[in-house]
C-alpha cells in the first residue's frame, strides 16, 4: 500500500503510585516514591524492599498483558529495577511478588511518563493509522536494506539516524542487513515483493513511474495473518526520488530537508497515514513549517504501533 509525499514548486521555503491488587494476606512490598516522568534515554529506577522469605519482580503491561522484565531480587532484600526508557510514552509498571502457596498475590503499581527529548509540536490527536489492524512486531528486530544506485552509500548514515529517531518513538529495533538491489513500488518489487524487511532505495520514473513529479513514497508492503490470529506487517518500501535528492538539505534542518522526507516515508511503512495538521511530520509535504522531528500526534500515532502493544505471535 503506498503512500505520498508531495513536492512544492519551490525549496525555499512520582510516577503515581497505586494499590495494586492484592489479598487479605499483604506481603509487604514496600516501592520506594520515584519522578512522575523521564525523558527518553535517562535513568530511571525502581526501589525498594522485597517481602520477608519473599521476591519481587518488575513487569510491565504491554498488549494487556504483564510481562516480566527483570531477575527476581533477593528475598527480603533491596531491589533497584531500571524502566525501560529507551523509547518514549507511557509505563505501566508493577512490582510483584510470585504467587505463594495460600495463593497471595502482593504488587504496587506504577505508572511512568517518559517523554521526548525535545517538545513536541501540535497535539496527541493529530494522527491516523492505516486502519487495517496490522503493524510491525515489536519483539523481533526489522531488517533494513538499502540500494545505493545512484546516489553515495554514505546516505546510510541518515538513514540510520532517522531509525534511530523511530526507535525512539516506537521501541521498534532496526538491524541494518546489508546492500540490496531491490526497488520498492516497481515492477519487479511487486512481482516478488520480499518476505520481510525494510527496503530503501532512490530511483527516477522512468524505472518506477509513481514517483513522477513526487519527492518520495513509503508504505508497507507485505501483511500477514498468522495462525495465532495476529496481523503482521512483514516487509516495507522507501522509495526517495533520485532527482530530487541533490536539492534537497542533507541532514536535519527547519524547511525542506532530507531527514523530514525519512522520517515521513518511514511514518508511512511503520503504519502511518496523512494529516491535515503542518504541525505534523506526516502532513502530506513539506514545506517552510517543516521541523525534523515527530509532532505530538506523530508520536502518539507511532506509540499505538510500537513495543507497547505487545509482542505479535
Not at 532505495?201 to 522512468?206: E, G, I, K, N, R
Not at 524505472?207 to 495462525?227: F, K, M, N, W
Request: glycine share 14%.
Amino acid at each position: 500500500m503506498k503512500r505520498l509525499i508531495l513536492l512544492l514548486s519551490t525549496l525555499a521555503l512520582g510516577v503515581v503510585l497505586q494499590a495494586g491488587p492484592s489479598s487479605a494476606v499483604s506481603l509487604g512490598i514496600q516501592v520506594d516514591p520515584v519522578a512522575s516522568s523521564v525523558r527518553v534515554g535517562g535513568f530511571l529506577y525502581v526501589t525498594g524492599t522485597a517481602p520477608l522469605l519473599r521476591t519481587v519482580v518488575l513487569q510491565i503491561l504491554r498488549g494487556g498483558v504483564w510481562t516480566t522484565i527483570s531477575s527476581p531480587s533477593g528475598s527480603g532484600a533491596r531491589f533497584a529495577f531500571r524502566v525501560p526508557t529507551y523509547y518514549d510514552g507511557t509505563r505501566v509498571l508493577r512490582v510483584t511478588a510470585p504467587q505463594g502457596l495460600l495463593g497471595e498475590i502482593d504488587s504496587a503499581t506504577i505508572t511512568v511518563h517518559v517523554r521526548p527529548t525535545y517538545t513536541p509540536a501540535g497535539t496527541a490527536g493529530q494522527h491516523k493509522l492505516v486502519g487495517n489492524g496490522y503493524r510491525w512486531n515489536p519483539c523481533a528486530p526489522i531488517r533494513y536494506h538499502v540500494d545505493y544506485a545512484g546516489v553515495r552509500s554514505g546516505n546510510l548514515e541518515l538513514i540510520r539516524q532517522a531509525l534511530t529517531r523511530v526507535r525512539a518513538a516506537t521501541g521498534l529495533s532496526f538491524v541494518y542487513a546489508g546492500r540490496s538491489t531491490r526497488v520498492p513500488f516497481s515492477d519487479s518489487w511487486y512481482a516478488r515483493t520480499p518476505t520481510s524487511g525494510l527496503y530503501f532505495a532512490w530511483s527516477t520514473p522512468a524505472q518506477v513511474p509513481a514517483i513522477r513529479g513526487l519527492v518520495g513514497l513509503g508504505g508497507e508492503s507485505r501483511l500477514v495473518d498468522t495462525a495465532a490470529g495476529s496481523h503482521v506487517i512483514t516487509t516495507g518500501g522507501v522509495l526517495l526520488a533520485r532527482s530530487a535528492w541533490p536539492h534537497m538539505r542533507s541532514g536535519w534542518h527547519n524547511g525542506i530537508d532530507r531527514g523530514s522526507l525519512l522520517l515521513h516515508e518511514i511514518g508511512h511503512a511503520m503504519g502511518l497515514m496523512h494529516v491535515t495538521s503542518k504541525t505534523e511530520i506526516m502532513h502530506p509535504s513539506l514545506g517552510g513549517w517543516t521541523r525534523p522531528r515527530y509532532g505530538a500526534g506523530d508520536l502518539a500515532g507511532l506509540e499505538r504501533l510500537g513495543m507497547d502493544q505487545g509482542c505479535l505471535p
